[in-house]
């Protein structure tokens, strides 16, 4: 595990999106989630780990996304999943 980020070159999106319905993947398969977390390369909405599918680590994985934020409201952590670190965006 790295104490730096080095994918930071790969965010483009930082902002929630105003309306968040739920878990994109779990909304299209009846499923459910804990928590929400946005995807900082294209802003995909999906579930944490501690939800039954895994659906942002799955994308992080499968899309070749490393970088995804808490979409719960008033966090601002955002999450590498290739170096294992959490850290937050100054502007």
Known sequence: MTEICSHLDTITITELPEHIQGCED??????????????????HIACCDSSPN?????HARDAGHPIYRSAEPGEDWSWCAVDEVAFVLSD
């Open 54 to 58: 895994r659906h942002m680590s799955a």
């Open 26 to 43: 779990c909304l299209k398969i009846g499923g459910w989630w804990v928590h929400l977390r946005m995807c900082e390369s294209c802003g």
